[in-house]
Each structure stands twice: as C-alpha cells, then as structure tokens.
C-alpha cells in the first residue's frame, strides 16, 4: 500500500473512533502527570464532552452512503451508525454517573475508571462498524479487558476483586469459544473478511461443509451468549453485578449488552445466512435458529424465576437483565422485517430505563451505605420524584402501557407472531415470563410506597447522576407516548439492507 | 471440494503427532519399569539435585516485581521482533508502513511511560 491509496480513504468517516481515541489517550496521559490533589472529576466531565463531540461528528454522518475504507475492514453503514448512536448515549450516562460515585473511597484511581471507560466504549465502537474477522475480535477484546479492569476498580473491596476474577476467567473461556466458531468460518472460506466470506460461503457443498458450519455458529453464538449475558454463559452476570461499583454495572448491562448484540447480529448475518442450512432450500441461519430459541426460552424463565429470590438489588437487576437479553432474541429467532428496528428500538427502552434505574439505586446505595431491596423503603415520602421517576423506569421494565419499554416488547411480539414461521411459543414464554417479572419490579414499588422509611437524614442528589435520571425518565416517557417519532426517523434515514454486501 | 478434503485430512498429521506424543512417554516407561532391575537404598531415594546434597524446600518465592519485569521486557522484545522485518523490507514497504510503526512505537512508549509513573521501573 502506498501514500496515495492511503491518502484516498476517506478518513473523516471514523471521526467518532478518532475522537473517543484521542480522549483516552490524553486522559491517560493527563492522569500520570498530574498533580495527585486535582480532582479527578473533572476527567469525567471532559470525557463527557468527548462523547458530545463524537455524538456530533455520528450525527452528521447520518444519511452517508455504505462505505469501507482501510482495505474492507472498517464499514460504514446504517446498521453500525444506528448502533453506535445507543453505544454513546450509553456511555455517555454512565459517565455522568461515575462522576457522583463516591463509593465511600474506595475507588483509589479515580482517573483509571474514566479512561478505562473511554477504551472500552472504543471497542465497543469498533464492533460496530468492522467488517473483517480480526478487528471484530480486537475490539471486543478491547471491550472485555477494559469491563475486566473496570470490575475491579473498587481495590479495597473483596467483592470487587472477586467479580474481577470471576469476570476474566469465564470471559476468558467465552473468548476461545467465539475464536475457536471464527477460525472454523476462516477455515471453510479461507478470508477474515465479512464480505469475501459472505460470497464464498455458498459455495460449499453441505455434505462436506455443513457439520463443520454448524459447529462453527453453535461455538460462535455461545461464545458471544458470554457478551449478551444469555444461557449457557449468564452466571457471571449476578455475581460480577453484585461485586462491579454501580457505574461499571451499568456499562456492563447496557454498553457491553448492546456492543454484544451488535457482534451477533454483524457476524451471524453476514455469514451464515448465505450457507445451506439443513433442509434443501433453506440458509443454516434458519436451521439454526430452533437452537436460539431454546436458548432464548431458557434465558428468559431463568432469568425471571430466579430474579424472584433476590433481595440485593443488583442481583435482582442482574437477573432482570439476563430476563431482557432473553426478550431481546426473540426478534433475532422471529426474522422478521421488524428484526433491525425492534432490536433497536427495545436497546434505546432498555438503555433508557435500566440506566434510570441504577441511578436512582446509586443514589440509595450511597445513602444508606447497603445493597438490600429495604433502602427504598418509604421513598416517596421522602425524595416523591426520585420515587415518581424510579416508578416510571419499573414500569417500563415491566412493560406497562405509556412506557418506552411496553411500546418494544409490543414491537417484539408483533414480530415474533406474524413472522413465517411464527413463533407462538416462543412469544407465549415471553408473555408469561413478563407476568412473573411483574412480582419483583412492583416489590421494589411496594417497598417506596408502601413501607415507613427509617431515618430522616436528608438524601443528597449529586448533579451529574441527577441529569442521568431525569433524563432517562423523559426518555422513557417520551418514547412510550411518541414512539413514532423515533421510529419513523429511523425507517428514513436508516436502510438496513445496505448491510450486506 | 477437494480442497476441502486436503483440508481436512491435513489433520490427520495431527492425530498421528498426537498419539505418538502419547504413547511415547507411556511406552518408554513402562517398557524401562520391565527391563531395570530394582534395588532401593536410602541414598538412591533422595532428589537428585546436580549431584550436591539437597537442601531447603523446593518451592522458594519470588519477588512478586519479577514477573512486572518480564512482561514489560516481553513487551518489548516483541516490539524489536516486528522492527526486524521492517527495516528489512523498508525499501518495499514504503512510507505508509513507516507510519504504521510510527504508530506502533508510540503505542509502546505510552505503555513506557505509564510503566515509569506507576513505579514499575524502581526496584525497591
């Protein structure tokens, strides 16, 4: 390669990337050097501002036609811009919660968590909009070894170390199982690029290919059900929740869960709907998918079952999470048209309300220095529109009428009903297991309406972590009212066709 | 579709290699168990340390910073490993490779200076 073909890429295309790049780097730098009593805060509120601007350069890409640059393996299309745009309005949150975390000082290196954050949503970015084997799998590494970090960044807490520990090992494990499903795809096709794969994949034969194929998704899917938190890899999910300060919590639920859902979606349809599937004239995607939906199935009674049992509440909002993983394959089984929008639009809900609601648990937390589900007792009487706000996030998570969250799991059952074929079991299971979710959300409710609060010592709301509320609560309301807006936006500027190659 | 096959029975030379490095260790000692003779006395049951006597526990602990050291002179061993090739082939490659190391050099260097402001470099 040389200077003119280098100079001919149309560089301003990873203008997000570059700038999310540069804020970590200075960040780092920035932290080694300077004096210890600067507040660290302020990294934080810069990084907010770096997101701001890579938000700006994302927008103004909207509507640019699919491209590739650097040799086929950075893509940009609707599908990676779509996905980005959740990517970092969620981060963007979490970092307006890690500034008012105080965690009764036992964060030690401040600076590490806002750069660290930074480096990780970085790989997240980059799962979005690769199109080549490798770089996939570099930023989802970059992704994991950052949350790893970021899991224990609590030093003096043995919870924090433990979730650490359990977090790199099963990550570890999940990463060799996705490795192991790729290099079988590199093996049959002989290319790490997405769209040389997708062209070549047809071309086997399915009495010499299709075992090898269908070893290659199983291992790759389970090996990315790690990112997703879903059966067989979610029993890292309670306790790494547990352990992790809230902020990273939240990053794990919401940035690393959409990032994951990103990877799944980018590799598994440009490979394997191009493969003969099982039956004559049918894809391996197809054959495939009675897999996913018993994974799905599972995830979704696992999740809300067990969810019922918990009395910390981030284990429970762990179990709850696993339980919208769950809700969040069925458009991915159905297959429907619906697929891309119902996906996207059920991550923006779930991003909104489940970052709502750990900022409302953050500020408890730190309140009242413990986990249990007793610290909203008597909240309404205490601090009515945290309480107010808290309502409208469990309302949404349960998917109550008026809530962003009821007007996704409308759009996922829709589709999953009036898919060929359709998928009533599997729409049945979600309805039932959103019946028994409905058992622990209004727990919580019980607790802030209906208990006596203990003590009058006043609740202190620090600014950033109250942005990240009330913003999250007139999101949710906004698209559970409106949802049109959101969704006739997307349907214009977003053509998830030019996914493919 | 032949390619497949090759593909495919290329890893039967992994198999082979896989059962002799199996059964080599098994049937060397077993077969030795059967030929040598068997006379234990107190001094043959001591380990063998290069001859002298032996002393202390085997299992000593190291200075937890060995091992920050070796990674970071892995690191960077790895870094003079892929400058090799480079400045062999520089006349081919051009200047967009140049910059690619620039890139990577200066990647490394930050991981210096982090190394030297988190005090890995001072031994205490």
């Keep these: 390669m040389d200077m003119e073909t280098l100079l001919s890429y149309e560089w301003s295309m990873m203008a997000p990337e570059f700038t999310i790049l540069i804020i970590a780097t200075v960040l780092s730098l920035v932290d080694l050097f300077a004096d210890k009593k600067i507040d660290r805060k302020l990294f934080g509120w810069f990084g907010a501002a770096g997101i701001g601007i890579?938000?700006?350069?994302?927008?103004?890409?909207?509507?640019?036609?699919?491209?590739?640059?650097?040799?086929?393996?950075?893509?940009?299309?609707?599908?990676?811009?779509?996905?980005?745009?959740?990517?970092?309005?969620?981060?963007?949150?979490?970092?307006?919660?890690?500034?008012?975390?105080?965690?009764?000082?036992?964060?030690?290196?401040?600076?590490?968590?806002?750069?660290?954050?930074?480096?990780?949503?970085?790989?997240?970015?980059?799962?979005?909009?690769?199109?080549?084997?490798?770089?996939?799998?570099?930023?989802?590494?970059?992704?994991?070894?950052?949350?790893?970090?970021?899991?224990?960044?609590?030093?003096?807490?043995?919870?924090?170390?433990?979730?650490?520990?359990?977090?790199?090992i099963n990550g570890g494990?999940?990463?060799?199982?996705?490795?192991?499903?790729?290099?079988?795809?590199?093996?049959?096709?002989?290319?790490?690029?997405?769209?040389?794969?997708?062209?070549?994949?047809?071309?086997?034969?399915?009495?010499?290919?299709?075992?090898?194929?269908?070893?290659?998704?199983?291992?790759?899917?389970?090996?990315?059900?790690?990112?997703?938190?879903?059966?067989p890899f979610q029993m890292w999910a309670p306790d790494v929740y547990q352990g992790a300060?809230?902020?990273?919590?939240?990053?794990?639920?919401?940035v690393s869960k959409t990032a994951g859902f990103v990877i799944i979606l980018r590799v598994l349809l440009s490979v394997f709907p191009f493969a003969q599937g099982l039956e004559a004239n049918t894809s391996l995607l197809q054959s495939m998918m009675i897999f996913i939906s018993v994974l799905a199935g599972i995830t979704m009674i696992a999740g809300n079952t067990v969810a019922l049992k918990q009395r910390n509440i981030k284990r429970l909002f762990a179990y709850s999470s696993i339980a919208h993983a769950g809700y969040l394959l069925v458009p991915f089984v159905a297959f429907s048209e619906m697929m891309f929008e119902s996906m996207w639009f059920y991550l923006a809900a779930y991003l909104l309300m489940n970052i709502g609601a750990f900022a409302v648990i953050q500020v408890m937390s730190e309140h009242s220095h413990s986990e249990d589900i007793s610290i909203f007792a008597g909240l309404f009487y205490r601090r009515p529109w945290m309480a107010v706000m808290m309502t409208i996030f469990?309302?949404?998570?349960?998917?109550?009428?008026?809530?962003?969250?009821?007007?996704?799991?409308?759009?996922?059952?829709?589709?999953?009903?009036?898919?060929?074929?359709?998928?009533?079991?599997l729409a049945?299971?979600?309805?039932?297991?959103?019946?028994?979710?409905?058992?622990?959300?209004?727990?919580?409710?019980?607790?802030?309406?209906?208990?006596?609060?203990?003590?009058?010592?006043?609740?202190?709301?620090?600014?950033?972590?109250?942005?990240?509320?009330?913003f999250c609560a007139a999101g949710t309301i906004t698209l559970g009212l409106f949802p049109g807006v959101v969704l006739d936006f997307f349907q214009t500027q977003f053509n998830f066709a030019e996914m493919f190659y | 579709m032949a390619d497949l096959f090759t593909y495919q029975n290329s890893y039967l030379v992994v198999v082979i290699f896989l059962a002799l490095g199996i059964l080599l260790p098994i049937v060397a000692l077993s077969l030795g168990r059967l030929l040598r003779p068997n006379k234990p006395t107190e001094q043959k049951r001591t380990t063998y340390e290069s001859g002298i006597d032996p002393f202390q526990d085997a299992r000593v602990q190291f200075n937890a910073r060995y091992y920050i050291f070796a990674l970071m002179f892995v690191i960077f061993d790895?870094?003079?490993?892929?400058?090799?090739?480079w400045a062999v082939a520089y006349e081919e490659l051009g200047v967009f490779a140049l910059i690619e190391m620039l890139i990577f050099v200066v990647m490394l260097l930050i991981g210096l200076i982090y190394a030297w402001k988190k005090k890995v470099l001072r031994w205490i």
Excluded: C, W
């Design chain 1, 54 to 168: 890579a938000l700006f350069f994302l927008f103004s890409q909207i509507g640019h036609e699919p491209a590739m640059i650097l040799a086929n393996t950075y893509r940009l299309d609707a599908f990676s811009l779509s996905f980005k745009i959740l990517l970092l309005i969620g981060a963007l949150l979490v970092l307006l919660m890690g500034v008012s975390y105080e965690a009764k000082g036992e964060l030690l290196y401040r600076g590490e968590f806002y750069y660290l954050l930074m480096s990780a949503l970085l790989g997240a970015m980059m799962m979005a909009s690769s199109a080549d084997l490798i770089t996939l799998f570099v930023g989802l590494e970059l992704l994991s070894i950052s949350s790893y970090i970021l899991a224990g960044t609590r030093k003096k807490s043995t919870q924090s170390n433990e979730a650490a520990m359990k977090y790199v």
């Design chain 1, 245 to 254: 300060p809230i902020p990273v919590t939240v990053f794990l639920s919401v």
């Design chain 1, 173 to 231: 494990i999940s990463s060799a199982f996705t490795l192991f499903g790729l290099s079988y795809i590199y093996g049959l096709t002989g290319s790490t690029n997405l769209a040389d794969i997708s062209r070549e994949i047809s071309n086997i034969a399915p009495e010499n290919g299709l075992v090898l194929l269908s070893v290659a998704f199983i291992l790759t899917f389970v090996g990315l059900a790690f990112k997703i938190s879903t059966v």
């Design chain 2, 78 to 85: 790895v870094e003079t490993i892929f400058l090799y090739p």
């Design chain 1, 394 to 425: 469990l309302l949404s998570l349960a998917g109550i009428p008026g809530t962003a969250g009821f007007i996704g799991k409308l759009n996922i059952f829709i589709g999953a009903l009036f898919s060929d074929p359709s998928r009533y079991i």
């Design chain 1, 428 to 470: 049945a299971v979600m309805m039932g297991t959103t019946v028994i979710s409905y058992f622990y959300y209004f727990g919580v409710m019980a607790q802030m309406f209906m208990r006596p609060s203990g003590s009058a010592v006043p609740i202190r709301m620090p600014v950033g972590v109250t942005i990240a509320m009330v």
